[in-house]
């Protein structure tokens, strides 16, 4: 690792948060442009989200399975909405064991046709509903303009697919997961997100209705953190996903989808990073705790290193790592992990041995302010506290950073000035018209239309015609 500073995060965001990542090991550039590679640092960050995520699943009474990257190039046709919203990102594979293919193959953008499919052959009868399956994958979309974690050509995802007897369940389903991502998003990544319906033009190619989590970066732009949508009939209708009913009566089935992917990362980096680099939510941390031994001699070495390894025992139950490297000195292993954003350092000196006490460093609040010296007796619970503080923490300063950069704004000359530098909350008509306005005069876009709101009707903020609900406007990723 360099020990040159990252780039100021209020200076130059981008810039930050790509050396950032780099200098984290969080991810590298791969030969094929738009494409990442994921280092092992992210990669367990990712494990962390899997895991979590997954758990939330199974407790919704769904289970995993895995279908094939390729589809039949017929399949993604089937639906005509779909097709005409994939079709520019798609990876077509033409030739196949050095003979041209009969018929091309798509190279997964999403999966809703060929599970459609499968879904049309094993449901029968009113008995086989609901479906609840969930897949971990990859997905390819061929993007032009790409950014590490936050748009790749390839990236890794997990895709639920449900398919239920009436409306009125896949509707449950549909918010079901939006809240199930809402509650991860909140309790484990500590990003704050608000929940909401797309505008038509935003929604899922193929959906009656999207619905997503929403949440804003520390340079107050958007990020859309996880989807959930309501596919009514269309895909049952494409790919005849029919059952008996109680009746013997042949019925479509409703189905629903739902995604959230390394985007997440992207998200954890830009809500909770600061100038000395990544800041992790002790849940999702690969390593909660990094123990430091502080020594210059192989005397202080022998008073010091026992102390570490009981500490380290008593810890037990957490993710911790003892940096015991002799090639580098203290200071930079303190830069080097609060590079990689590990929450909380205990740091075990000679003196420290003598009153038997450690100093322990928080990595959300820098420098001395963060730094306190705690007795060794106690050290677990002591720990387990402090996590547990700093994962409240960071929720509560990302949560008051939002507040304060939304605004409702009067009239659209303030809403102009209010989607620059953070967002607005507005009437809006629904109209195509006023949403391409705002999207042309000031690249904001509807983000999402919140499912809270006791918004008595008023007037929409472009034209000022009758409104009878509230969205949120703001530039995006
Ligand atoms: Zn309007």
Not at 14 to 43: F, H, K, T
């Amino acid at each position: 690792m360099s020990t040159e500073k990252l780039p100021s995060r209020s200076e130059n965001y981008s810039e930050w948060y790509n050396q950032l990542i780099q200098r984290a090991e969080l991810a590298d550039y791969a030969p094929v442009r738009g494409c990442m590679v994921v280092r092992p640092y992210g990669w367990a960050l990712w494990e962390n989200i899997q895991q979590s995520l997954d758990k939330r699943f199974k407790a919704t009474g769904h289970v995993n399975a895995a279908f094939p990257l390729l589809i039949p190039m017929s399949f993604l046709e089937k639906e005509k909405e779909h097709v005409e919203g994939f079709s520019p990102e798609l990876a077509v594979v033409t030739i196949g064991g050095g003979e041209k293919l009969e018929e091309p193959l798509v190279i997964r953008p999403t999966s809703e046709t060929i599970i459609g499919y499968m879904y049309s052959k094993w449901i029968k009868s009113y008995r086989d509903l609901p479906v609840l399956i969930n897949q971990w994958a990859n997905v390819v979309r061929w993007e032009m303009r790409t950014r590490l974690f936050l748009r790749t050509l390839e990236f890794y995802w997990q895709e639920g697919h449900t398919a239920h007897a009436t409306a009125d369940e896949a509707q449950e389903e549909t918010i079901r997961m939006l809240d199930t991502y809402a509650s991860f998003a909140e309790e484990d990544a500590a990003i704050p997100v608000i929940k909401g319906r797309k505008s038509d033009i935003e929604k899922f190619a193929g959906a009656v209705a999207s619905y997503s989590i929403e949440a804003m970066m520390g340079d107050t732009k958007a990020l859309q953190s996880g989807t959930s949508h309501n596919l009514g009939q269309n895909f049952a209708k494409a790919f005849d996903i029919q059952y008996l009913d109680k009746n013997n009566e042949l019925q479509y089935c409703w189905t629903t989808s739902w995604g959230a992917s390394t985007r997440l990362i992207g998200a954890i980096i830009m809500t909770h990073g600061d100038d000395q680099g990544l800041v992790l939510p002790p849940r999702l941390a690969p390593i909660q705790v990094v123990i430091v031994p502080i020594f210059r001699n192989d005397e202080e070495k022998s008073l010091v290193m026992p102390v570490v390894q009981r500490i380290n025992s008593e810890l037990a139950d957490f993710r911790v790592k003892v940096d015991d490297r002799t090639e580098v000195n203290p200071g930079f292993k303190f830069n080097d992990w609060e590079m990689r954003g590990v929450p909380l350092r205990i740091e075990v000196g000679p003196k420290d041995v003598e009153k038997e006490s450690v100093a322990i460093a928080r990595r959300d609040i820098p420098g001395r302010e963060g730094k306190s010296f705690v007795p060794q007796e106690g050290i677990a619970a002591r720990v387990g506290v402090t996590l547990n503080e700093i994962q409240a923490a960071l929720y509560e300063r990302a949560l008051a950073f939002r507040e304060s950069k939304i605004e409702e704004p009067p009239d659209y000359t303030a809403f102009q000035n209010s989607v620059q530098n953070g967002w607005a909350i507005s009437y809006w008509c629904g109209g195509k018209d006023c949403e391409a306005k705002i999207k042309e005069d000031t690249k904001a876009t509807t983000r999402c239309i919140p499912l809270d709101q006791k918004a008595e009707p008023g007037k929409c903020i472009v034209c000022g015609k009758p409104a009878k609900e509230k969205a949120y406007f703001a530039k995006a990723y």
